[in-house]
T-cell receptor, first 114, second 118 residues
Framework: SAVISQKPSRDICQRGTSLTIQCQVD?????MFWYRQQPGQSLTLIAT?????????ESGFVIDKFPISRPNLTFSTLTVSNMSPEDSSIYLC???????????FGPGTRLTVL | AQKVTQAQTEISVVEKEDVTLDCVYE???????LFWYKQPPSGELVFLIR??????QNEISGRYSWNFQKSTSSFNFTITASQVVDSAVYFC???????????????FGGGTRLMVKP
């Protein structure tokens, strides 16, 4: 399985600010995914990031609120913009090794917005 | 539309008991994958198993076993002789291929919190 790291591991932010979360993979992958897990809830897909093209967002998520970059095959960032307390969640990135059709997840970023 | 249902929100057992976590899914796809993930208190999601929709063989890995029944759209997970370290939230998930070149999408169930008491 791929080794996936995320930075920061956790953060406490003020309302109205933005936070950029980084996801780094130790090997080249085609697809990278960003999920949100609100407190006590399941995971919801925010968007899919394919290198060289615009990210594909799921219903309920928009680029202005969650801009994503995918500059190369091993790295992606997710920005949570103009944060409110409702954005307090764990944000996880995952990668899809197409040869196995299995998504492996990073350790997550635990975000608290005050 | 795809859906995964984990009816058990919380299960509490005493160490060494066997426990089964239920998962029922809905999909119109003929080809799909089913997964189980473990999320310990640290928050990281740990991959446990992937099952292809064409492979209904049950699988055993140590104390873990999985029962896939297409006829009932279920993919249940059993832990034998549970241990305190098994305490975690377990998620069942369903993968479907999308036609928009956006890769496979995982639909997660609501999760089952398993508490194993010493």
């Amino acid at each position: 399985s791929a080794v996936i790291s995320q930075k920061p591991s956790r953060d406490i932010c003020q309302r109205g600010t933005s936070l950029t979360i980084q996801c780094q993979v130790d090997s080249q992958v085609t697809m990278m995914f960003w999920y949100r897990q609100q407190p006590g809830q399941s995971l919801t897909l925010i968007a899919t990031a394919n290198q060289g093209s615009e990210a594909t967002y799921e219903s309920g998520f928009v680029i202005d609120k969650f801009p994503i970059s995918r500059p190369n095959l091993t790295f992606s960032t997710l920005t949570v913009s103009n944060m409110s307390p409702e954005d307090s969640s764990i944000y996880l990135c995952s990668v899809d090794r197409t040869s196995t059709d299995t998504q492996y997840f990073g350790p997550g970023t635990r975000l608290t917005v005050l | 539309a795809q859906k995964v249902t984990q009816a058990q929100t919380e299960i509490s057992v005493v160490e060494k008991e066997d426990v089964t976590l239920d998962c029922v899914y809905e999909t119109r796809d003929t080809t799909y994958y089913l997964f189980w993930y473990k999320q310990p208190p640290s928050g990281e999601l740990v991959f446990l198993i992937r099952r292809n929709s064409f492979d209904e063989q049950n699988e055993i890995s140590g104390r873990y076993s999985w029962n896939f029944q297409k006829s009932t759209s279920s993919f249940n997970f059993t832990i034998t002789a549970s241990q305190v370290v098994d305490s975690a939230v377990y998620f069942c998930a369903l993968s479907a291929t999308r036609n928009n070149n956006a890769g496979n999408m995982l639909t997660f169930g609501g999760g089952t919190r398993l508490m194993v008491k010493p």
